[in-house]
């Protein structure tokens, strides 16, 4: 597998939308008040003997002929994490697997992430949960491009498991982005998703345009890609328009779980072009920066 890169400079206009999301998401959360020191301004104060005498703000001073202390906030780093499925069934596409695609988009989280001088963590799951050990830098990101390319989609998707092993690990606000195609019971992501109340979370579904629109006719065998369980079976019209109804029924209801959880929630097809999903998913947040 060879992911494609191309796409993540398109991805700068949507730099500072990324940090102010956070930032704005964590207001008086993840910023710690210490005062003096910090480099985003926060009020004045009173000076009072024992402050520093340099935090006077003599522009002040000369239109009140008062001194004023400038107070600060001191910002914390943020991390982005970034959640991929890599169960068997993520190995499934025409063109680009959804595993492919859900790397893309990882990548360009992790990627805006390093442009803001933010650390990044990108994992994936199945049966077990891998995480790829977090830090800054250019190098972190082509040594997690060189670790992706080189999975191979296996096994069965262990959701609820892995995400509640990976919350266990998460001791700040951060921002988390969960990718699947989330063929599971959407129950699972219910009894998930209110582990990460204290997180800015977005929950990207990835799936395959033969996914959404059955193109199979006729007499045929289907084989699980995770269970390995085949079925013989007849497509018929009328079939083909069940099976819409209940994916588009599949796909409300794990909209309507993120809802109930303040989280954003995106159902992409692997035809759509990185950029556009990432304006779905950033661009309304400040249109003045589009």
């Known amino acids: 597998m060879a992911i494609d890169l191309s796409f993540l400079r398109q991805l700068d206009k949507f730099d500072i939308v990324l940090k102010r999301r956070v930032i704005s998401g964590f207001a008086g959360s993840r910023q710690s008040k210490n005062y003096g020191t910090g480099l985003v301004f926060y009020d004045y104060k009173d000076y009072v003997p024992g402050d520093d005498f340099r935090a006077i703000d003599w522009k002040v001073y000369g239109r009140t002929e008062h001194f004023f202390v400038r107070r600060y906030e001191e910002e914390r780093n943020m991390r982005i994490h970034v959640v991929i499925d890599a169960s068997a ?111 800015e979370v977005i929950v990207v579904q990835v799936l395959d345009s033969s996914e959404r629109e059955l193109v199979l006719q006729g007499d045929i065998i289907l084989h699980d890609s995770e269970s390995f369980d085949k079925m013989r079976t007849f497509i018929s019209n009328k079939l083909i328009e069940n099976y819409s109804e209940k994916l588009l029924d599949h796909i409300y209801n794990l909209k309507k779980i993120c809802d109930t959880f303040n989280v954003q929630f995106i159902s992409v097809s692997t035809e759509t072009p990185i950029f556009d999903a990432f304006y779905s998913m950033l661009g309304k947040e400040d249109k003045v920066i589009m």
């Open 89 to 199: 069934s993520m190995n499934f596409g025409h063109g680009r697997t959804k595993f492919e695609y859900a790397s893309m988009i990882g990548l360009g989280f992790s990627y805006m992430a390093l442009r803001n001088n933010e650390s990044f963590e990108v994992s994936t799951f199945a049966e077990d949960l891998e995480v790829f050990r977090a830090k800054k830098g250019v190098s972190k990101l082509m040594s997690t491009v060189d670790t992706l390319n080189k999975i191979v989609p296996k096994g069965k998707s262990l959701f609820r498991e892995s995400l509640e092993k990976y919350k266990a690990a998460i001791k700040t606000k951060s921002m988390v982005v969960i990718i699947s195609d989330f063929l599971f019971d959407p129950e699972e992501l219910r009894n998930t998703l209110f582990r990460f109340k204290r997180s």
